[in-house]
């Protein structure tokens, strides 16, 4: 699994102004630089920003193990220029509170789905709570049809970050969202159990997407288990600052997508530098109103170009994508404006 290992203490902080808004870092206090880093990205996802201002926290303003509070909490004042120099510090302790202990290495991917589902478990307004699910949610329809005697069974879910395999050698996100909903034949142990046959049968499975989110999250999946051993793949995965997912996707929407905008655009790219046994987490973020990239590394924060920003593709060294955060656009705000970097 990932880790997240840095100095265990650091109490400085940087913060970088750009036309009235500030990026803030974020001491590293217990090996917090994964957690300081999904703080990086959930505070540039304005939309969620603004769904947790909306919600009337009053009952539950006393409670420490209350995460979506502390998540408020924490994404305002990383905001704000006052405070003091460790304003996440009750938000880690939260989530310690909730079974993610500080002082132990953590997958990023992992956080980050908890945090949303403690969202959703923890939150008293279910109606926002909804509205938060479905900012992120994907929804994807499944056909597996028995190849021994056609019989088809159709599953409906949703997940709230696409889990992109990454190829051995040099790949790109057009080509990993590709591979994702490529039909496959199901063979051997991966065969399936066909409940008109009674046994595990060879199976064809089809992945349709139903709906698109407006946050779409995506996990480039690093790393290979071969015979017990679990090893990172360091190797090139090129992304692009935008893209339209129905020219990747062609044949993966169902019938019934209605959607009519799929053009996305990047906003955060959380990076891993290291192996599976240690290593680092840090960011690319680009705020609300805001053009200019910036990169996050516990306190420091400097600001980049889209150059620097893409050349997170891969390799050992600089660190690699791991997971891509990307906006779509809508009618209402017409074309995003091109990055100056």
Partial sequence: MFSGLSSLYSFSYCTVRDFQNAMRGLS?????????TLLQTLSATWELSDLLERWDSA??????????MQLKKVLAAMKSDHGHNSPHRDFLNCLDRNSFRLCVQHDADEVFLSILNFLQQQMDDRALALEIQNLYKVSVETHLQCLECSWVQTQT????SLHLHVKDDHDSLEGCISSFLEDQDLRGRDSCFCAQCGIKTPSKRVIKLLSLPRILCMQLKRYRSSRGDIRKLDC????PETFDFSEIARGGFSRDFAQDEYTYTLYAVVVHSGGTMGGHYTAYVRPRGNQQWHYADDSHVEKV???????????YNGGTAYMLMYRRSSKEEGRQPEFSG
């Fill in 28 to 36: 590293n206090y217990q090996l917090s630089c994964c957690v300081n």
């Fill in 59 to 68: 009952g539950v303003r006393a409670d420490s193990h209350n995460v979506p």
């Fill in 157 to 160: 879910s949703f997940q709230l």
């Fill in 236 to 239: 090139k995965v090129t992304f």
């Fill in 305 to 315: 170009s889209l150059e620097q920003v893409q050349a997170a593709y891969g390799t």
